[in-house]
Nanobody
Framework: QVQLVESGGGLVQAGGSLRLSCAAS????????MGWFHQAPGKPRDFVAA????????YYADSVKGRFTISRDNAKNTVHLQMNSLKPEDTAVYYC?????????????????????WGQGTQVTVSS
């Protein structure tokens, strides 16, 4: 069982930055690939970024490439999402998710249904 708690959301002007954090419970954090998703009102939950359990492989949605950076610290059981050059269309609730990765240490996935555990979400609002 993994419990995930996101933090770091808030209100920011367009062009600004935010850093989201996700703290995971349990001793097996390094066994999980991690992902960030977002969901705007009335829209489906969409993939943002993912990182392998080793931290060596990352994967981004086209809409955030070059602006967002995902990273993890396995010693501290945390994963971060650095968001720069924010746009109003980035406004959404951001969710952290974990998927057990028993095979390759470089496994990542953008598939929402593959993830086993989810946090409660943190609101990000970007004003124009």
């Amino acid at each position: 069982q993994v419990q995930l708690v996101e933090s770091g959301g808030g209100l920011v002007q367009a062009g600004g930055s935010l850093r989201l954090s996700c703290a995971a419970s349990g001793r097996t954090f390094s066994s999980y690939a991690m992902g960030w998703f977002h969901q705007a009102p009335g829209k489906p939950r969409d993939f943002v970024a993912a990182i392998s359990r080793s931290g060596g492989t990352t994967y981004y949605a086209d809409s955030v490439k070059g602006r967002f950076t995902i990273s993890r610290d396995n010693a501290k059981n945390t994963v971060h999402l650095q968001m720069n050059s924010l746009k109003p269309e980035d406004t959404a609730v951001y969710y952290c998710a974990a998927v057990r990765s028993l095979g390759s240490s470089e496994y990542v996935t953008e598939i929402l249904g593959a993830y086993d555990y989810w946090g409660q979400g943190t609101q990000v609002t970007v004003s124009s």
